[in-house]
């Protein structure tokens, strides 16, 4: 985790090279991803951490990241990250698949949640 | 000895130490059935002398003891990474540790390994050299000079201490006294209930007493904060310097590092362990992921407050069972502040009725820097992941701030931890101590929840694990 690129970079240079990433998603760096970012790896081919590496997961499988290993809650969860099953696991994960490794209470303010999913879009 | 690693090259900058264990963790994965030492051609399942359970600086600790004997040893963690609940993780650009932290000299099983690997020292500012100490009693925030601060402070915690003496001859004896029996029904609330103090001094006392067990001063027994205090051999400044001033400078995740690559063990990370059963022979473990492994002898170096999630049979003793019931009173939260505004090092209190119990400067700054906060549950009633949140509490003692960014991480939410660090509840030193220490046939215990000594503390882990990793390696040897 050491090799993190810092997000802000991480923003920059997507912004370059590919996705026009929306204006909200560039404070990020400075707001809700960075408590995701003490667990999970967001650069590509970056090793997972405590969680998985969020690199290109919007609009995949729920517990589908190939390498590693999910709880069973959620496992048991089916379809892909949408933006609306994204904004219910980040409010509330022991509600929305209670027993997850997840260690997080949520991120309450919808806000703070719709820019980190934007965030999350522009990982690809 | 054989290393599983080509670990000759020194002591690298904190990145290659990483690849190299990455390195590790990633062969002993692959190869996950394969002894040290033993070609492609063995048999899949190896004898494995012992298997740990459980990859925080305990289980570390032990599976290393017992590989440098020349056991064949198999880690097994629950989490995709070593190191339990200390956590060297990102914040922003910079790494803080969101668990255990802070080790000192007085603390001789961490120290030794700090001296072993030549680890760097780092010093934690707002504790080492306060400018100013703030505290709020009485809905107030109160300050006076520095050194007027601590006498306040000093004065309370020698009252408080006063039976220290009695319950500990000395530190590092297991078990309790008979003078210690007869006080353990009492918490922190209680024994300060008998005493004088003004409000002011009342709430100081509070604050950090409730910081020192992790929750409200009912939830923690006495007796536990005596044995700190034996710890420190009465030492007010030493006490609070034991507990909040040396972290290693590359973090805690860096020694772990240098202890699993200089161990000579198999490790494999994200396997939880569900069930582990014993007869004569031995034992056998079945993971989460329905598999089963199978050893001579096994070393458990969970949390007590996680054991009950572990299919034991035969069942373990009632002292354990009821301490995973009954959970250690740690269950509070420690959070990182990344503030905007001019950031001087200094140190503030609060009672227990508050969000926070303490502050500190972990990074001062003229434009901003971050604090260091432990308060104690919250159970939901205050958003901490929130900076807007947690900011009406910080300007109250430093109206100027603003709090840009929090960073904590839920140790009481996490299924392989259930808490933070060990405080035992008033009575379960001598009720269950004892029976948590016990092995239980080929089965032994091993965790800072269980030390002797620094119960609680990194430094307990790794007494645990080296006590443990002893006994088994003389189990193996035939001795025992
Ligand atoms: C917020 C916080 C602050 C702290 N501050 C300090 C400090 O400043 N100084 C200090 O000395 N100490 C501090 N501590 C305490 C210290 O971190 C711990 O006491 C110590 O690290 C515990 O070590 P351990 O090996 O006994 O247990 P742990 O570190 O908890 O290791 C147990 C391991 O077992 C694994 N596990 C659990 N269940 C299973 C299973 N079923 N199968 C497989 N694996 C499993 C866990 O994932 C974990 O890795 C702090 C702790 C916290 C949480």
Redesign the pocket.
């Known amino acids: 985790m050491s090799r993190s690129v810092p997000l802000r970079a991480v923003v920059a240079i997507l912004g370059v090279l590919a996705v026009p990433a929306p204006a909200l998603a560039a404070d990020i760096g400075e707001s809700g991803f960075v408590q995701c970012a003490a667990c999970h790896p967001a650069a590509a081919g970056q090793p997972h951490g405590v969680g998985p590496n969020l690199h290109g997961r919007f609009g995949q499988a729920i517990a589908g990241t190939p390498g590693f290993v999910f709880s069973r809650a959620l496992r048991k969860r089916e379809g892909v990250w949408t933006e609306a099953e994204l904004d219910r696991w980040l409010a509330d994960p022991q509600a929305y698949a209670p027993g997850t490794k997840m260690a997080y209470a949520g991120l309450k303010d919808p806000a703070q949640r719709r820019a980190v999913i934007e965030y999350l879009k522009t990982l690809r | 000895m054989e290393y599983k690693t080509s670990a000759a090259s020194a002591a690298g900058a904190d990145d290659s130490a990483r690849r190299r264990f990455l390195k590790l963790a990633s062969t002993a994965a692959a190869a996950s059935v394969l002894p040290v030492g033993v070609g492609a051609a063995a048999p899949a399942q190896p004898g494995y002398d012992v298997v740990v ?9 032990a599976a290393r003891e017992l590989a440098h004997r020349g056991a064949r040893v198999l880690l ?4 995709n ?6 956590f060297h993780a990102n914040f922003g650009e910079r790494k803080v ?7 000192h000299y007085t ?1 001789p099983h ?1 120290w030794a390994e700090v001296m072993r690997y030549g680890m760097e020292i780092a010093e934690t500012p707002g504790v080492a050299h306060p400018d100013r100490v703030l505290w709020m009693s009485e809905g107030k925030v109160l300050e006076i000079p520095v050194m007027e601060n601590w006498a306040l402070l000093e004065d309370a915690l020698k009252r408080f201490h006063a039976e220290a003496g009695e319950v500990f001859e000395r530190p590092f004896m297991a078990g309790l006294s008979a003078a210690g029996r007869k006080l353990d029904h009492l918490s922190i609330a209680d024994r300060m209930a008998a005493m004088d103090m003004s409000p002011a001094q009342r709430d100081l006392m509070n604050a950090m007493m409730a910081t020192n067990c ?1 929750g409200p001063i009912a939830s923690g027994a006495y007796t536990e904060m005596l044995r700190w205090w034996s710890l420190v051999d009465g030492d007010a400044a030493r006490l609070l310097y034991s ?2 001033r040396y ?1 290693l400078k590359d973090g ?1 995740s860096t020694l772990i590092e240098r202890m699993a690559e200089d161990g000579g063990f198999d490790v494999r990370l994200s ?4 069930e582990l059963s014993q007869d004569a022979a031995g034992v056998s473990l079945v ?2 992921a329905d598999e089963r492994i199978s050893a001579r002898f096994a070393v458990v ?3 007590v407050n ?2 009950g ?2 299919e034991f049979s035969p069942p373990l003793r009632p002292g354990k069972t009821a301490m995973a019931k009954e959970h250690h009173a ?1 269950k ?3 959070l990182y502040l990344k503030v905007k505004g001019r950031l001087e090092t200094l140190i503030f209190f609060a009672p227990e009725t508050e969000l926070f119990t303490m502050v500190f400067t972990d990074q001062p700054g003229e434009d901003g820097g971050v604090l260091v906060a ?1 308060g104690p549950p919250v159970d939901g009633r205050v958003d901490l992941n929130d900076p807007k949140a947690v900011e009406p509490f910080v300007r109250r003692f430093l109206p100027h701030l603003a709090v840009e960014q929090v960073l904590g ?1 839920d ?1 009481g939410l ?4 259930r ?4 405080t035992l509840r008033p009575g379960q030193f001598g009720k269950h101590l004892e029976d948590l220490r016990a092995r239980e046939g080929r089965v032994f215990f ?4 269980i ?1 002797t000594g ?1 119960r ?6 790794i007494e ?2 080296l006590q443990v990793g002893q006994a088994v390696a003389a189990e193996l040897r035939g001795r025992a």
């Open positions: 359970v459980g990859g925080g600086f305990a289980g570390v600790t097994l963690e629950a989490r990474r070593l190191g339990g609940r200390t540790e969101l668990g255990g932290t802070w080790i603390q961490v992790h507990c909040a972290k805690t396997t939880a362990v569900v993971t989460e170096a969970v949390p996680t054991a999630q572990i740690g509070g939260h420690k432990f991480y140790w996490d299924p392989y931890s808490g933070t660090w060990c091993a965790g800072a929840d030390a620094w609680g503390f990194i430094d307990g882990a645990s694990g």
